[in-house]
């Protein structure tokens, strides 16, 4: 019963979530924590015993807390009592905020643990310039634990934010790095927090007083890395990467790290997961105390041989500054032609392939400036510099995107602010020099460098000061080979691991990198399903064909492997070491789904092996194997179609032999099903949702995975005054309950996804000529996979779940089971 009260709370979430619009969302800076998160979040506690003290210093509608308050119904440790502090400064989020938190205090009192709660109805950063409240003075009452999905937005410098926060000693420039500098003074002594943020408080000079702070009060325990930006917030389109973090307050760090990097359709269903020693983490010589986030041994390599590069920018006699031109300040000075008054003007627009076209073709933005005596200190002599853009676009592969600007005929040029520019002490550097910069900041092995400390889409001059550089002679060296290489990214990284004599265990995670989306690429095309398009896939795929980061595609074999066999290759190869709990994700996520699609074939040697038998292994079939060796080649795509129909007629012959499930409908009719696909739940509905929520009704139609139905009672939808469009998509259930004269409409989630708002519409006119009632129920097989659809499921419908038959749970509606509008045409 305790899984209730997040889930619960989860729906609340998704209600606001599709009341607010973005740009609301956005100016509360506040994203409401998804359910799966939330528990996650609550798992990374380490001590939870006694007396607990929670701040909830951004608590929306409480899903944080109501994960915690599981977590401490379900420890193993003595927990006597539990005291909540929750800050919202949203109205609409208040009442459902106080019925999250009184039906937490009401579940802890059942299980014997004395509860509380306090609800601040204002800002938690207000709430610092009232000396009269506890919670920011220095009274002996502090808190022992602290969860935070804090607001994301900048800070205004004319904010009272501001200055309450200058007025605490607190210097930093967005709401989220606050809200924990502020929760962490209130932690008290051994105390925890569990944030999750965006990740670019790691590097930077703006957030470097919170990191001194940060690093200063508590000891970094354990981070998790999201694989995209979009992972955790993907409902709200958050592009800013984001990072889950556990920390201890306390002088003495920690001898390690715990670093784990999601990598699954579910949080932390198979995460990848490194002890990584504290000083690797946290230099404690960096002056800038930057966060350095390293998920796997091949990384680490990567970091152990660049940081050996020989030179700083200083030693090169070269510097990196911001673009000087800001547009919005010298808007007058702005044109959009390049004429004998003006000079030319560089946009990020003009950055194509490695240089600068200019001007560009179709410019969205001013090309040139005229120089005068506004513009004059913001300009530049002509010459060879190196250009970065500021900012990477979301769909851009590389962080670090350079370009070389060679000398104009204009004596002078304008860079405009979005762009960062290399330069010899203000003027312009030795053309091969350029080339050779330009190339090394193209590199692959520079971009998977520079994402290990910086997490978000902004490229500082800061961050590009402090790296190490090749030797200057190198540099010119590789510029001098460069020439039209610069966009061909293969061509370019194998000339900058050549000249730059790169060691092995580098080039090998730069290839093992490669491998992985090779084989992403290949899964996409032979269609895999969506869900087994991941880098969990990938790697079983790279694992059968014995696919190492140097071995090409072309020698490719068949091994016969099983899971733990399989994951230990992950971890010697590539470097991905996955926690051992993960198996049953591998064998259930990806493994299952290749035997279905023909992929690989399952005990080859021994067909009738025991299901729990330590030998069950798997191979890849022989028309699979062809396949891969042909990949990269100009056989490829003649390869592909013929894998594709060779599967075809595989998977007919195997559906032609495939075995039956027997299913007894309500009346006690027997009829049977084909096995896989929706089938399985199917059963469910018929056997155990119907006697409950449906007794003594007919059912009038049964979708099959095999058939395209194995119930179709045409002529009682006929009597009953039901004229389908025989073109219109059927649900998999419809039982007309006659108890109550509605038609329930039942949707078992594992065919086409849940009753959404669209195919809810589709339903409704579909079975538009009804007089009957319409119930739209959605059934899951878990409660666990109802947490996956929550954000898609449609008000004013039903979710039924297999696993726990005797309940439902109804979506904003007056009634526990029913039609939410009466039929226009009943009578």
């Known amino acids: ?26 100016e509360l800076g506040q994203f409401l924590t998804p359910a799966p998160i939330a528990r996650f979040m609550a798992g990374q506690f380490s001590n939870l015993a006694g007396h607990v003290r929670l701040l909830d210093p951004g608590a929306g509608v409480g899903s944080l807390t109501t994960a915690f308050v599981e977590r401490l119904l379900i420890s193993s440790d003595k927990v006597e009592s539990c005291f909540i502090t929750a800050y919202e400064v949203e109205p609409i989020f208040l009442p459902s905020l106080k019925q999250s938190l009184a039906e937490c205090c009401i579940a802890l009192e059942n299980k014997g643990i004395k509860a509380n709660y306090c609800l601040c ?17 220095r009274s002996p009452i502090s808190f022992t634990h602290a969860i935070l999905n804090p607001p994301y937005k900048k800070i205004s410098s004319q904010s009272i934010e501001k200055k309450i926060l200058l007025s605490l000693g607190v210097e930093t420039v967005n709401l989220y790095s606050a809200f924990v500098w502020l929760a962490m003074l209130q932690v008290a002594e051994g105390g925890e927090i569990v944030a999750i943020t965006p990740r670019s408080f790691c590097n930077g000079t703006y957030f470097r007083p919170f990191r001194k702070a940060l690093l200063a009060e508590m000891g970094l325990g354990k981070i998790h890395v999201f694989e995209s930006r979009s992972a955790a917030f993907a409902e709200d389109n958050v592009l800013q990467e984001n990072i889950i973090f556990q920390a201890t307050k306390t002088k003495l760090k920690p001898d390690f790290i715990e670093v784990t990097n999601n990598s699954g359709n579910a949080l932390g269903e198979f995460s990848e997961k490194r002890l990584v020693p504290y000083s690797e983490v946290i230099e404690t010589s960096d002056s800038e105390q930057f966060i350095h986030i390293i998920t796997n041994s091949l990384e680490d390599a990567l970091r152990v041989q660049m940081d050996k590069l020989p030179c700083t920018l200083d030693e090169l006699s070269l510097e990196v500054s911001t673009g000087p031109v800001v547009d919005f300040r010298l808007k007058s000075a702005l044109r959009s032609c390049l004429d004998e008054k003006s000079i030319p003007l560089i946009y990020p627009e003009s950055m194509k392939a490695g240089e600068i076209s200019f001007p560009p073709k179709n410019p969205r933005k001013a090309i040139a400036i005229e120089p005068n005596q506004e513009t004059q200190k913001w300009l530049i002599q002509r010459g060879w510099y190196v250009l970065t853009r500021r900012f990477s676009a979301k769909e851009e592969k590389r962080r670090v995107v350079a370009a070389v600007c060679s000398p104009m005929k204009e004596p002078l040029l304008g860079i405009e602010n979005h762009l960062n520019y290399y330069h010899a002490k203000g003027e312009g550097m030795n053309p091969d020099l350029a080339r050779g910069l330009a190339a090394f900041l193209n590199s692959t092995l520079f971009d998977n460098y520079f994402r290990q400390f910086s997490g978000h889409t902004q490229i500082n001059a800061t961050d590009l000061r402090r790296i190490k550089y090749p030797r200057k002679d190198d540099l010119i060296s590789l510029g001098s080979q460069v020439d039209d290489s610069i966009s061909n990214q293969e061509r370019l990284d194998e000339l900058v691991h050549k000249a730059l004599s790169i060691m092995s265990e580098v080039t090998n995670a730069i290839q093992a990198s490669k491998r992985i989306e ?20 990938a790697l079983c795929l790279l694992a059968l064909a014995n696919v190492l980061p140097e071995t090409p595609w072309s020698q490719a074999t068949a091994p016969r492997r099983g899971i733990t066999e399989m994951m230990d290759w992950f971890r010697d190869y590539y470097g991905k070491q996955y926690a051992p709990n993960t198996r049953e994700t591998v064998r259930r996520q990806t493994m299952h789904q290749f035997v279905q699609i023909g992929l690989v074939i399952e005990n080859p040697d021994r067909p009738d092996r025991p299901i729990n038998s330590p030998k069950w292994c798997y191979q890849l079939h022989q028309q699979a194997l062809s396949l891969l060796q042909s990949y990269g080649s100009e056989q490829w795509e003649e390869a592909r179609e013929n894998y594709v129909v060779s599967v075809k007629n595989l998977l007919q012959d195997r559906e032609r032999n495939i075995s039956m499930i027997p299913v007894n409908l309500p009346n006690g009719q027997a009829i049977q099903l ?42 009682k939808f006929r009597e009953i005054g039901v004229q389908l469009d025989p073109h219109g998509k059927m649900p998999d259930l419809v039982v007309h309950y006659k108890g109550q004269d509605w038609l329930v409409l039942v949707e078992a989630v594992t065919s086409h996804g849940p009753v959404n708002l669209k195919r809810h519409n589709e339903l409704k006119r579909l079975f538009q000529s009804s007089s009957k009632g319409l119930v739209f129920v959605t059934a899951f097989p878990s409660r666990k996979q109802m947490t996956r659809y929550l954000a898609e499921i449609s008000w004013e419908t039903e979710v039924w779940v297999a696993d726990q038959p005797d309940h439902m749970i109804h979506f904003n509606g007056e009634r526990f089971l029913g039609p939410y509008e009466e039929p226009e045409n009943r009578s």
Request: net charge negative; aromatic share 8%.
């Open 1 to 26: 019963m305790t899984t209730f009260l997040t889930d619960s709370t989860d729906i609340t979430r998704i209600h606001f979530a599709s009341k607010l619009s973005l740009k609301q969302r956005s």
């Open 121 to 137: 109805e204002e800002s938690f950063i207000e709430a610092a310039a009232e000396v009269n409240l506890p919670l920011f003075t």
């Open 518 to 537: 090779e084989s992403l690429v290949i899964l996409k095309d032979v269609s895999a399903p969506r869900e087994q398009q991941n880098e969990r896939s």
């Open 674 to 715: 084909s096995s896989g696909g929706q089938n399985i739940l199917i059963k469910d509905i018929l056997e155990k949702f119907c006697p409950r929520f449906t007794p003594g009704g007919t059912v009038l139609y049964v979708g099959d995975a095999g058939d395209k139905f194995i119930v179709n009672e045409t002529q």
